[in-house]
């Protein structure tokens, strides 16, 4: 059996990175772990192949290769992986599809031949158990939360590392918040699942194999979900850092109450983690309480931002404007606070409604849903009927993008994120970081109109804070790619041109 396994192309948005990745020599950000992960699972004696369309053109040939073709992706992906699916069938081939965005709209992309959904370890050997005795059926599915301590190490032979800026590991699924909003729940459940100390340090160890040296995202649902699990298994880790002269650096996403654990986020800068993803979502007390982000209520949240930060770990923040009990007032209070918490990468988006999520029952309740989610909540368009008037929602989210991520406000927050950063992670120089730095002397210091702002960051740092010269620089560098977006979404580009029109006609 020759199988194929393509991963989708992102769309050019804010978070794909894409104008960051010449100045690194690299084709895309991460891997496509899933699939990397399926691999492993399918029968040894399968030939395999994978295309990751992000990095690599798929070819004719290369489909012609193929008995089958496994595709898998997120929601964001769905324009690519229904051409993909479509190229597929019209050479004939056989085409199994699974991943978040076939678990959740597997009818938006026609053509699939078997649907492997939910979660693998359940749902792909029931296929492989149908496919050897011939019965297949078209969809396979299942409830079930698997024990993950049997999941396999990823199959890296498929991939040339090099393409990457950082390589991806899974260490847990499931978030025990509930959020109104977010699909992790319904995914992955409250129960956050953990793999063995010795099964997650045999995969740090396979990467360290195959010869990866750099930066390592660990994709959690949130990272410090089971909180003893995490403080059993990073000992361990931080041993073998040391062991190995902390080959890896990590970020990860967690949740805000890491902040009140100083055991925790010790262990966590020791064993070299340097950034981490926090879901803020808005500094208005109203909304946070509306949609259920009680882990952020009643509490400081720029202290927890720089309590964070001042063990180590760089704070990027998710925020989301569009709730129900947000105000003309809201767009300001989440600048100011953005500004004043010197959260540099402010992931700021529109509300987005997302299929099987309470917030997606709620409003199919209350016949306000217009379209199925995109994956995207930076484009400019509302898939359901805010309370507040849609022109002004989408305007004033604009408005907010416009601003943080205006040169001056953009280099600002980096000046206040420095005040409070403490770098602890060991990092060693390699040819990409020299050839990054380089590019940035002539392609911001000389040819960009963020050169004043820039070199004006590279002073300061050399003098006062020479250890954060390599975060200021990175930092820099994706100045560069969110003015570009932010210019294209001002622009309309890539927006509904009738997404406001058909939201105010309900």
């Known amino acids: 059996m020759n199988v194929l396994l393509v991963y989708p192309r992102y769309p050019d948005t804010f978070w794909s990175y894409r104008t960051i990745l010449p100045y690194v020599s690299k084709k895309a950000a991460f891997p496509p772990l899933g699939l990397l992960t399926v691999s492993a699972m399918l029968p040894p ?27 898998s992706g997120m929601i964001v ?40 959904l939910d979660e693998a370890e359940v749902t792909l050997p029931r296929f492989l158990k149908d496919l050897e005795e011939g019965r297949l059926e078209h969809v396979y599915s299942s409830d079930e939360r698997p024990d993950i301590s ?70 959690d649902d949130n990272f410090i979900g089971n909180t003893a699990e995490v403080k059993n298994m990073l000992p361990r880790l931080i041993q073998w850092q040391r062991e190995r002269d902390f080959p890896f650096q990590f970020m990860t996403e967690a949740s805000t109450n890491l902040a009140d654990d100083h055991e925790l986020m010790s262990l966590m800068s020791r064993a070299n983690f340097h950034k981490v993803f926090l879901g803020i979502e808005t500094p208005e007390a109203e909304s946070l309480a509306e949609c259920g982000k009680h882990q952020n209520a009643g509490r400081d949240l720029a202290e927890a931002v720089r309590t964070i930060q001042s063990n180590g770990m760089q704070v990027m923040g998710g925020f989301i404007v569009g709730f129900d009990s947000d105000t003309e007032r809201t767009f300001d209070a989440q600048i100011r606070f953005i500004q004043q918490a010197g959260i540099v990468t402010a992931m700021v988006g529109l509300l987005n409604v997302l299929p099987r999520t309470r917030l997606w029952k709620r409003l199919s309740a209350e016949d306000r849903l217009l379209e199925d989610s995109t ?84 002073l300061k740092t050399l003098t006062t804070n020479i250890r954060s010269l ?11 790619h969110y003015v570009r977006m932010r210019d294209k979404l001002l622009r309309g580009e890539g927006e509904d041109p009738n997404a406001v029109s058909v939201t105010a006609s309900r």
Request: aromatic letters at 10%; hydrophobic letters at 40%; a positive charge.
């Open 77 to 116: 992906q769905r324009d690519s992986a229904a051409e993909i699916v479509g190229r597929c069938k019209a050479m004939g081939k056989t085409v199994v599809a699974g991943g978040p965005l076939f678990s959740t709209q597997k009818a938006r992309v026609p053509g699939v031949d078997h649907f492997v």
């Open 45 to 71: 004696e399968w030939n395999r192949r994978l295309v990751d369309v992000n990095a690599r053109q798929l070819t004719d040939e290369q489909i012609s290769w193929a008995d089958m073709v496994f595709v």
């Open 150 to 219: 049997t999941t396999p190490v990823p199959d890296w032979s498929l991939i040339d590392m090099d393409d990457y800026v950082s390589m991806s590991v899974q260490y847990s699924r499931g978030c025990p918040f509930n959020c109104e909003f977010c699909d992790i729940v319904a995914m992955n459940g409250r129960r956050p699942r953990t793999k063995r100390p010795e099964q997650i340090m045999a995969e740090f160890e396979s990467l360290y194999e195959a010869g990866w040296r750099g930066g390592v995202f660990v994709v």
């Open 375 to 458: 994956g995207q909540n930076t484009d400019g368009f509302l898939n359901f009927v805010p309370r507040m008037e849609p022109e002004k929602l989408i305007s004033g989210y604009k408005r907010i993008i416009e601003r943080i991520y205006s040169r001056p406000m953009y280099y600002r927050r980096i000046h206040t994120f420095l005040k409070t950063y403490t770098p602890t992670a060991r990092t060693h120089m390699r040819r990409e970081d020299v050839q990054a730095f380089l590019k940035s002397l002539l392609r911001i210091g000389l040819l960009s109109k963020s050169s004043p702002h820039y070199w004006k960051l590279l």
């Open 470 to 480: 390599p975060v200021a620089v990175e930092l820099a560098i994706c100045g560069e």
